[in-house]
């Protein structure tokens, strides 16, 4: 077996045609050949200007991680506003899948589903 930074690949094997495919193991999160749902991601009006006014975002992912990851590559600087260098969400912003925080679910980790709506809400607070 050849190791690629935690991942096994397997030797050589003609069905491949090249040298060290990645074999996926039982723990890895791959989807093979299902397509990401498609979702849209609702940005608060302090936040547009990161996105060249869009309210709203289509992209398709299957976590809420795999659509902070796409916006990473495709809205850089409002990825920056939503999430810290370590790739967290900031503390004063909170992230809904639908009507539900992510931090009642699973996190960045929570599934999506066709239609789902991902919304960036800043948080509220005072008196």
């Not at 066709?114 to 607070?125: C, E, K, N, Q, R």
Request: charged residues 15%.
């Amino acid at each position: 077996m050849i190791h690629f930074y935690g991942t096994q690949a397997a030797e050589p094997d003609p069905a491949c045609n090249r040298v060290g495919c990645i074999v996926p193991t039982a723990s890895d999160k791959f989807h093979p050949m299902v397509p990401a749902p498609t979702i849209t991601i609702h940005v608060p009006g302090p936040l547009r200007m990161y996105c060249a006014g869009a309210a709203q975002l289509s992209i398709s992912a299957h976590t809420v991680r795999a659509a902070l990851e796409d916006l990473q590559r495709s809205q850089a600087a409002l990825y920056r506003n939503v999430c810290d260098e370590t790739g967290t969400v900031r503390r004063h912003l909170n992230v809904f899948v639908n009507s539900d925080n992510v931090r009642d679910l699973n996190g960045v980790d929570t599934p999506l589903t066709p239609g789902d709506v991902l919304t960036i809400l800043p948080a509220v607070s005072g008196g």
